[in-house]
């Protein structure tokens, strides 16, 4: 995997924790640097380490499903993608919970980064450094995160969706090329 493509992957797989931190920011009113960065660190060693399961998982099975690999990569790619323009255009936008405890933080975190255990066990039928790419994504989120929530009074909830839908894009171009190179050669 290029490093461009790991970037665009590390960045899409941090959007859902981007707009909750958003959200966040947008009903703490002004957050504070500790408070953001303290929110980034949960979401980014969340983020991390849940692509980690998911390999995990999927290099268990890929004894089992070696043939139709790429495809299993096409659909889950394909279905976090499209799961999460669902989301941003017709989900109801709901409230981000602005209790910061660690455990509501957590909690938060661990709902924010399912789709990157999808996205995990995906790369495990892939020819990829798993710790390169968990890392990417933890710093990703890490950083978008925290920014998401300093940013959130200032730009609200609709940045949020908007990268939301370019996450999803990118996540079906990802998951669609891998076919392609599948079944091209």
Do not use: C
């Amino acid at each position: 995997m290029s490093p461009i493509t790991i970037a665009l992957l590390a960045v899409s797989m941090s959007v859902d924790a981007f707009a909750v931190s958003v959200g966040r920011g947008a009903a703490a009113g002004r957050p504070r640097f500790g408070e953001a960065f303290r929110t980034g660190v949960v979401f980014g060693v969340v983020e991390a380490i849940t692509p980690l399961i998911g390999w995990a998982a999927g290099v268990a099975a890929s004894k089992f499903i070696q043939q139709v690999d790429h495809w299993v990569a096409f659909v889950l790619l394909g279905g976090v993608g499209l799961h999460m323009l669902y989301a941003a255009i017709w989900k109801k936008e709901e409230a981000a919970p602005t209790d910061s405890s660690f455990v509501v933080v957590l909690i938060t975190a661990i709902g924010t980064s399912l789709d990157a255990m999808a996205v995990g066990v995906s790369l495990a039928f892939l020819d990829v450094n798993i710790f390169v790419i968990a890392a990417a994504i933890g710093l990703a989120t890490l950083v978008m995160s925290s920014g998401g929530m300093l940013l959130g009074r200032l730009i609200g909830y609709r940045l949020g969706k908007v990268a939301e839908i370019l996450a999803g894009l990118v996540l079906i171009g990802i998951g669609t090329n891998i076919l392609i190179e599948h079944l091209a050669g």
